[in-house]
């Protein structure tokens, strides 16, 4: 019990105190997920991120509902995903409430300007972070280059970009392997 008990907590928390999102949320899901609780690695972490593009719904409760299964199976998952979404339905529901009444204050308005600041340097962090543990070859340096070029600059959506990529690692990865058989042959 105490482990379902923990996960909801610490998603809870999560879900608390980030904004924005999913990549957002990926600096608080590294520093409790991987740095303080080391329920998962940071390569798992990167593998569940890119799961949850891959998959319907947010990266952020699919990330909580992975994990809350690796460590208590489904229940696991389910407490987790609850975890993570509570503080949204609270949230969600006070300000609908409250906010709209302040919305034309401007100390409202500078609040939540430098609110969108601050995530956006967490995310920079999160992504310098992240790139120093996966971009550990000519070969993944070439492929985030080239998504990003597509994500950047063409309407390709995100998800085919993802395929793409991923289809990119694999072909790759067999000519290397196709490679080292004759190499190791001759």
Same mark, same amino acid.
């Given at each position: 019990?105490?482990?379902l008990f ?23 899901l590294k ?54 979404? $509570?503080p949204s339905?609270? &949230? *969600?529901?006070? %300000?609908?409430?409250? @906010?709209?009444? +302040?919305? /034309?204050?401007?100390? =409202? ?27 550990? $070859?000519?070969?993944?340096? &070439? *492929?985030?280059? %080239?998504?990003?070029? @597509?994500?950047? +600059?063409? /309407?390709?959506?995100? =998800? ?27």
């Amino acid at each position: 019990m105490p482990i379902l008990f923990d996960l909801y907590l610490t998603f809870f928390r999560i879900g608390i105190l980030t904004f924005g999102g999913g990549l957002t949320m990926l600096p608080l899901l590294k520093y409790e997920l991987v740095d303080s609780k080391k329920w998962i690695s940071e390569e798992k972490l990167l593998d569940c991120y890119a799961i949850g593009q891959c998959t319907p719904g947010i990266i952020a409760v699919n990330t909580a509902t992975y994990v809350g299964y690796l460590k208590s199976g489904v229940f696991g998952g389910i407490i987790a995903t609850l975890g993570m979404v $509570s503080p949204s339905v609270i &949230i *969600i529901t006070v %300000v609908a409430m409250f @906010l709209q009444n +302040f919305m /034309e204050y401007a100390v =409202i308005q500078h609040a939540l300007m430098g609110i969108r600041g601050a995530v956006c340097a967490l995310m920079l962090n999160t992504v310098v972070s992240l790139a120093k543990k996966s971009l550990t $070859s000519y070969v993944n340096v &070439i *492929i985030c280059a %080239v998504g990003l070029g @597509l994500a950047l +600059f063409t /309407e390709i959506p995100t =998800i085919l970009i993802i395929i793409m990529a991923g289809v990119s690692g694999v072909v790759i990865d067999k000519i290397k392997l196709s490679n080292g058989n004759k190499g190791g042959k001759a």
